[in-house]
């Protein structure tokens, strides 16, 4: 079969492998369709310290059951997707409902889903493998691992109910959790959702989902003065006048900032725009050893409170397939464009130049 496999960083091309086949309670599914992540490209272009290589590229997939090991609960025909880790449920962590923090989750990633043919290991199946329903779409259900992680993340902060609330990024996780916040029906109770960012071909994406905008610009820093200027030039879509003051930034706070970028330099700068008692989440993976500058004053003094989010769980999955089937994502939003497998480097390119949010490589 034919499988996009990473050797090790910057080393990434489509081979010839041979085709595994599915032990007791594994599963081998048929890939139909699978979506680019920017996590496949920062792995291919970095690694990532919870995923070895050589591995085979693609975790965002829907496809069909070719066949199925001694002891899987599938049967070749059923349309499926999936998890991606496989938490042990044993640890201190799982019992504590953190299956996300599992130390031996990622023993077996379900990597591999650029390629024909995808493994699914005994733990995923058990754990993480899903049936999709006839009314959901291979993309939409292939939507499943990043929405998880979306849906964890918006469960483990405050203030996600009520008060305005900061986006920074504009990739495909970014519009997510615009989706979420926003509400189905567009209203999001009263709430303020802006999303910034850097790419104007991005910024023009949000602006058409009726989203408000703003801008990150590095210039406007200036390293000769006491305090650097503001890195973000907010855009309201359409402005209120009592805010025509902040287009600055200057007084504009909010009770949740969500980071999708991994910029330490423009994650230092968000404490600052937090309202008292708000919260900034870390989203993005950042690589290891890597710091980033927090004001003590804000943290101490306003009690802005700084946390992460890594993953998901079960119960996630669960939560987020449901959002899935309810249509809580415009998923031709999100995937607008196909290519064949052997297409790889043109639908990499659509999306590292902005053009796309995700591709749907179609084996």
């Not at 599992?102 to 493994?119: H, I, M, N, V």
């Not at 109770?189 to 802006?194: E, F, L, P």
Request: charged share 25%; with cysteine; proline share 8%.
């Amino acid at each position: 079969m034919r499988a996009l496999v990473s050797e090790g960083p910057e080393r990434l091309a489509l081979r010839e492998v041979a085709t595994p086949r599915p032990g007791p309670e594994e599963v081998l599914v048929r890939v139909v369709v699978a979506l680019t992540c920017a996590t496949d490209f920062k792995l291919a272009r970095r690694g990532h310290p919870k995923i070895p290589f050589p591995l085979t590229l693609g975790h965002e997939f829907a496809g069909v059951v070719e066949a199925a090991g001694p002891g899987a609960p599938f049967a070749p025909g059923e349309r499926v997707t999936s998890a991606v880790s496989g938490p042990c449920g044993r640890c201190d962590d799982c019992r504590a409902g953190r299956e996300n923090l599992c130390a031996t989750a990622f023993e077996r990633p379900l990597f591999g889903a650029f390629a024909d043919f995808l493994l699914v290991p005994e733990r995923i199946v058990k754990n993480g493998l899903r049936r999709i329903p006839p009314v959901l779409s291979d993309e939409a259900a292939a939507l499943l691992d990043p929405l998880a992680s979306v849906v964890h993340a918006l469960n483990g902060v405050k203030a996600v109910d009520g008060g305005d609330v900061l986006i920074v990024g504009t990739g495909p996780i970014a519009a997510m959790l615009f989706f979420l916040l926003r509400g189905k029906e567009g209203g999001g109770a009263g709430r303020r959702v802006v999303v910034a960012g850097r790419r104007p071909e991005r910024l023009a994406f949000f602006e058409g989902i009726n989203s408000e905008v703003a801008r990150i610009d590095p210039s406007s820093r200036n390293p000769q003065a006491d305090a650097p200027h503001p890195l973000f030039t907010f855009k309201e879509n359409p402005p209120s006048p009592e805010r025509i003051e902040n287009k600055r930034g200057e007084g504009a706070k909010f009770s949740l900032i969500v980071d999708t970028t991994g910029d330490a330099d423009v994650i230092s700068e968000l404490p600052a725009l937090a309202a008292n008692g708000g919260t900034v989440l870390l989203f993005a993976g950042m690589p290891e050893g890597a710091r980033v500058s927090v004001d003590a004053y804000a943290v101490h003094y306003r009690e802005v409170s700084i946390t992460g989010s890594f993953h998901y769980t079960p119960r996630d999955v669960d939560a987020a397939f449901a959002l899935l089937v309810e249509g809580e994502i415009p998923v031709s939003s999100l995937v607008g464009e196909r290519r064949g497998l052997a297409q790889w480097r043109e639908a990499f390119d659509l999306v590292e130049r902005g053009i796309a949010m995700k591709v749907a490589l179609v084996p």
